[in-house]
């Protein structure tokens, strides 16, 4: 099951109430002290949890049918493989050798609380401490690969989308057309440039490595595996960059001054950053779509499912078809890889 398709209930987590969650827990053998807290979460539901004697614990609750069992649990292995490394994240607890457990049709897995701060992007030293880390996390992620997450493609992430945007009649009516059409002169370049990095290998990716899956402590740390799949390295590289083509070029030496101490970068990836932020921009807008009959998403994206957003998407792609059509970012080491 990839996250291209809509579950099979408008309100997934509704059965899930504090009770359901807090008998989860004790069902591993964890005595609950009743505390109980929400963390920020749409795609999953996720609460620290107090605990009796012992230190508190985050439960996450996955979203029925979006993962099989051995999606979820090769995500697991591909944490406990990354810690073996003394690569810094959060992986899941086993308990008497699982990691994943079930309570009443909810599948769940239990992880330490770990506190850390925001990370900040705008200092040197923290871009070359992130290039370091993510290029020990591609040296284990290239090591083999996955079997059942699925790869990041143009075909589930773009064309999906769009069809699934269009097929469902989200877009205003005076807007389809408009849409369609660029949209598909979008991805088609988005295709051809997939198609010239053909030849670049693609790895285990953590998939969705934004400063909001990062922390601090010490140094970096970072949560949430639940996007792992096969990729382009790239993918785990761009969304550290913002800007204009000078700062992000800046930015970008300055994590591949890191990455490179423990893995080489393929500097023709590099032709892929503004397609995979079309991607993103679209994917992103079909998967709050397909998530809009959950009760936590109207509430949380006020803003969605609405004519400004959607004019303002349609400027936006625009924006990004002359993009992908510009020169890709330049990179003084790119001549010798």
């Known amino acids: 099951m990839s996250d291209d398709q809509p579950t099979d209930s408008q309100k997934p987590f509704q059965q899930l109430s504090p009770d359901v969650i807090l008998t989860a827990i004790e069902t591993r053998g964890l005595r609950c002290d009743g505390r109980l807290l929400a963390l920020n979460s749409y795609e999953n539901r996720v609460y620290q949890i107090g605990l009796e004697d012992a230190d508190p614990v985050v439960a996450k609750f996955y979203r029925p049918r979006r993962w099989t069992d051995d999606e979820i649990l090769e995500e697991h292995a591909f944490a406990a493989e990354l810690a073996s490394h003394e690569i810094p994240l959060i992986a899941p607890l086993l308990l008497d050798g699982d990691s994943l457990f079930e309570h009443q049709g909810y599948r769940f897995s239990l992880s330490p609380r770990c506190g850390g701060r925001a990370v900040e992007l705008d200092r040197d030293d923290t871009l070359k401490w992130l290039g370091r880390f993510l290029g020990r996390m591609h040296a284990v992620g290239a090591s ?194």
């Open 144 to 337: 083999k690969s996955f079997l059942h997450r699925p790869q990041y493609s143009v075909q589930r992430y773009g064309w999906n989308s769009r069809e699934f945007l269009l097929g469902e009649g989200w877009l205003p009516a005076h807007l389809e057309t408009a849409f369609a059409g660029l949209t598909t002169d979008l991805l088609t370049r988005v295709d051809e440039l997939y198609a010239a990095a053909a030849d670049c290998r693609q790895i285990r990716l953590h998939g969705d490595f934004h400063a909001g899956n990062i922390l601090w402590r010490d140094g970096p740390f970072f949560v949430d595996l639940d996007d792992c799949q096969t990729g382009f390295a790239i993918q785990d590289l761009w969304l550290l960059l913002a800007g204009d083509s000078q700062q992000m070029t800046r930015q970008f030496e300055l994590l591949i001054e890191g990455y490179e101490l423990f893995h080489i970068f393929d500097g023709r990836e590099l032709g892929l950053i503004e397609a995979l932020r079309s991607l993103r921009m679209l994917h992103h807008a079909a998967w709050l779509a397909r998530r809009w009959d959950d009760p936590a998403f109207p509430m949380a994206f006020t803003w969605f499912d609405t004519t400004r957003y959607w004019e303002e998407l349609v400027l936006s792609l625009r924006e990004q078809l002359a993009a992908v059509h510009e020169p890709p970012l330049s990179w003084a080491k790119q001549a010798h890889h």
